[in-house]
């Protein structure tokens, strides 16, 4: 490239974000400049995205190492910078706040993966971020707050609430003292299902002790409402925590709950098997044959929502030996009570193939 200075960084697909997979080079110094500079909104956000990955595959296979706490410094920096850019639009900058799922982190480790490390090494991230976003929370708060009471469902405010909403994750992350009382009453003074669904989630997911009250008060006042209610099933079974396996077992028989409603099995089962990385893949196999078994029954009822819910074991060849193991023991006892539906069957026959 002609007339290029010495020194300059590369900006690729720029206005360009079909799914595609390059491997620019980029050290994480070049990756830090394109976060807080780049004029290009996929870009930047890509840039951000490939740091944490890279930090988080980092502090997967090594906890103790120290040149993580340096890269941690970077992107807090980072994020802070992006949460109180006026020139960004609010609903870009939620984005970019946002930390990589843990089954997009797993897919970019690729092999001996081991779910739980990686729960880990994000909820130790995102409690760093949180504490080092906690003041730009209170500094921003007041223009991301909208005036009165109604509602606004357009453009610009759904993303105020986005990016308010990705603050108060943060928060609930962090471990400040008073984030369960906050975001109790951001839930109970919501005037909205997406303000109201999201401080639920929050105190789920952080496990908070207001976390029963709110799940409670959500049922009490949804009930009657069976989409809204998927929700309140969902969150539930994404939830971390090894007793996370015994609430879906229990919540299956619930007196909303129904295996013959595809959209409650998938709000429920489908949240807990792709949902909860950690907890379906527990290394002593559990969750593999509760998905087995309902997977089974479901054959004979519905097979087509059965072999939807098998897809979460599509990867199961990347997990590390032990939990590859289980998984694999696990598909070989349905293959072995051969399926009754062709479409159960074809599923489990490519899982193994």
């Known amino acids: 490239f002609p007339k290029v200075p010495r020194g300059s960084v590369l900006s690729i697909n720029r206005g360009f974000s079909a799914p595609i997979s390059l491997q620019p080079g980029h050290s994480r110094d070049e990756l830090a400049f394109l976060a807080r500079h780049d004029t290009d909104p996929f870009s930047r956000w890509q840039a951000v995205q490939t740091l944490c990955h890279a930090l988080l595959a980092a502090k997967v296979a090594d906890p103790t190492d120290a040149s993580a706490e340096a890269a941690t410094a970077t992107l807090c920096d980072i994020a802070r910078s992006l949460a109180v850019d006026d020139s960004l639009d609010p609903a870009f900058r939620a984005l970019a706040l946002a930390l990589p799922m843990e089954s997009d982190v797993a897919r970019e480790i690729g092999k001996n993966i ?167 893949n527990r290394p002593d196999g559990r969750g593999y044959t509760f998905l087995i078994d309902i997977c089974a029954s479901l054959d004979k009822t519905n097979p087509q929502v059965a072999a939807r819910l098998l897809s979460a074991f599509r990867s199961w060849r990347s997990l590390e030996p032990g939990r590859r193991a289980l998984a694999k023991a696990a598909l070989q006892s349905l293959a072995d009570a051969n399926p009754s539906s062709p479409d159960v069957r074809d599923i489990v026959q490519r899982c193994l193939a």
């Not at 005037?191 to 002790?209: D, H, I, K």
Request: no cysteine.
């Open 114 to 280: 081991d779910t739980d490390a990686i729960h880990e090494a994000r909820t130790s991230l995102k409690s760093v971020l949180g504490t080092a976003l906690a003041d730009i929370r209170e500094q921003i708060e007041p223009a991301l707050i909208p005036a009165g009471d109604r509602f606004d469902p357009g453009a610009a405010e759904a993303g105020k609430r986005a990016l308010l909403n990705t603050f108060y994750d943060y928060l609930a992350a962090s471990g400040d003292a008073d984030a369960d009382r906050i975001l109790l009453d951001r839930f109970t003074s919501a005037n909205n299902m997406t303000v109201r669904f999201s401080a639920l989630n929050a105190l789920v997911q952080s496990g908070l002790p207001s976390a029963g009250t709110a799940l409670d008060h959500f049922y009490e006042h949804y009930q009657t409402d069976h989409l809204v209610l998927d929700k309140w099933f969902a969150v539930q079974a994404m939830a971390p925590g090894r007793e996370t396996l015994g609430r879906v077992q229990a919540l299956a028989g619930h007196r909303h709950f129904s295996f013959s409603n595809p959209n409650k099995t998938r709000s429920l089962i489908g949240a807990f098997a792709s949902g909860n990385q950690a907890e379906f």
